[in-house]
């Protein structure tokens, strides 16, 4: 928690002022940078902006299920000891902006339930990233629901049950951070803390219609997680703006940020860049790509055309086997690891522990020689940057899958059936650069979808930059679902 000088305390528990016309809804949607702006302001206090966000998840989580649990007790003591720094003239990046925390991260006395009842108790110390965010001002509002072990791109357990997604109830958010898109979608938080180790920032916050990015690997701390499923997973924001996002990576980088920072990168124009347009699935995965996500991919390379960028249309360099023999060891031996690491395994779901077994059949010597030969299927993929600057690819190949629908299948059915859905996300988790997602209109059936962009090591700023450029051409951040 922030702890600054004692100074007058703000009770008032609206959020109208003489110095704003903010309805409570606009500003539940307004974004965490405009939030921090009139927090710093005097236009509203922070325990009235958490109070908006409890009032919220009272009336749409039941419906949506999008946290597992919700620290009100907790919440209102860091937004008054926030609204006491603010009174007192301190002045930090995310000071009494609310943020939602997935799942699989610790927060400092709560269990960490990776969704299921298989966890251990509760934990003693925050993860390096929650440290972070309450060191730049952050009120923790909740941890957000996850699929067992944060295994697929759908979020359901027999523990906690489906969270829905804010634009068709009857389907998944997308997973793993299922939980943590619904929520800022939905506008029961501003920005949330998502993890991805394959696609699980961008396969939810495409379906959910928000930007998502899955940083540089290492750029914002695992720790105490580290390594978490072989270098596959990272963690990072799920946010409505880009700058909300960079904001969070100004907040939260364990490496060098680029001059002036993210949130200046992503208020800078991008110049001219060369990007490439791919709808190539990655071998050796088969789908069918659909015709609304390929008519996205062209649409964006129209736009890009229009704003000055040199558009090619050009596919990455994808090992023929890459997904078969850097990808799935890791992911496999990654569940692997995190079943033996359980207090109660035995309450896992069936299907948790075929996952399970299939990572056992993964050695460590195996595993090593995986990560070994690491660097050759990343100087193939990234050739294509030889070229150009930026590569953009459907978000997903499909839409989100009904609830229930992977319910009575076994572990390798279910692989196998998601999988098909989700095949651009995967590679860059191999190769560990960077990359986020854009909204980009409705499906046919009225549920959100998205393209990528992928970026070259270490080149967030340029992801940032671009994507704030489609967003001033093509705004988003307005758009609410049914449920909100």
Request: aromatic share 4%.
């Amino acid at each position: 928690m922030v702890v600054c000088s004692p100074a007058a305390r703000h009770n008032n528990a609206t959020v109208t002022s003489d110095r704003t016309s903010e309805t409570t809804s606009d500003i539940a949607f307004a974004g965490a940078a405009e939030q921090a702006r009139l927090l710093a302001e005097g236009a509203v206090t922070a325990p009235a902006l958490l109070e908006v966000y409890l009032d919220r998840i009272r009336r749409l989580n039941p419906v949506l299920r999008a946290y597992r649990v919700v620290l009100e007790e907790s919440a209102r003591a860091q937004a008054a000891a926030a609204q006491r720094c603010l009174d007192a003239g301190e002045r930090l990046p995310l000071l009494g902006v609310p943020v939602a925390i997935k799942d699989d991260v610790d927060v400092a006395g709560e269990v960490t339930t990776m969704g299921t009842s298989a966890h251990g108790a509760a934990e003693r110390h925050d993860a390096e990233v929650v440290a972070m965010l309450r060191a730049a001002g952050a009120v923790i509002l909740g941890k957000t629901q996850v699929p067992e072990l944060c295994i697929w791109p759908f979020t359901e357990s027999l523990t906690f049950g489906a969270t829905r997604n804010p634009w068709d109830l009857g389907r998944t958010p997308g997973g793993s951070s299922g939980g943590s898109a619904a929520a800022v979608a939905a506008g029961l938080t501003v920005l949330a803390l998502g993890s991805d180790g394959a696609g699980s920032i961008r396969i939810p916050s495409t379906w959910c219609g928000v930007f998502g990015i899955k940083p540089q690997r290492d750029r914002v701390p695992l720790a105490p997680h580290d390594n978490a499923w072989h270098g596959l997973s990272v963690n990072g924001p799920i946010a409505r703006t880009v700058a909300d996002a960079a904001l969070f990576l100004d907040v939260t980088t364990s490496m060098p940020a680029p001059t002036g920072g993210f949130a200046a990168a992503a208020a800078h124009s991008p110049g001219r860049l060369r990007i490439a347009l791919s709808t190539k699935v990655p071998p050796p995965l088969v789908t069918v790509v659909g015709r609304a996500q390929r008519r996205a991919v062209r649409e964006a390379g129209a736009l890009l055309g229009e704003l000055g960028h040199d558009v090619v249309e050009r596919n990455p360099d994808y090992p023929a086997t890459a997904t078969l023999t850097s990808l799935l060891p890791r992911y496999l031996r990654g569940v692997h690891d995190d079943v033996a690491a359980m207090s109660l395994p035995q309450r896992l779901e069936a299907r948790t522990r075929g996952m399970a077994r299939l990572g056992g059949l993964f050695s460590d010597r195996r595993i090593a020689a995986v990560r070994a030969a690491e660097d050759r299927v990343r100087s193939r993929v990234l050739s294509i940057f030889d070229d150009v600057d930026v590569v953009i690819t459907p978000g997903t190949a499909t839409g989100p899958s009904r609830i229930g629908a992977y319910q009575r299948r076994g572990a390798v059915a279910t692989l196998l059936l998601v999988g098909a859905r989700v095949p651009f996300q995967e590679m860059f988790n191999v190769t560990g650069q960077p990359a986020a997602v854009v909204p980009w209109g409705l499906d046919r059936d009225g549920v959100p979808l998205s393209v990528q962009l992928v970026g070259r090591p270490y080149d967030e700023a340029t992801l940032l930059s671009l994507s704030a450029q489609i967003e001033s051409a093509r705004p988003w951040a307005g758009r609410r679902p049914p449920v909100s």
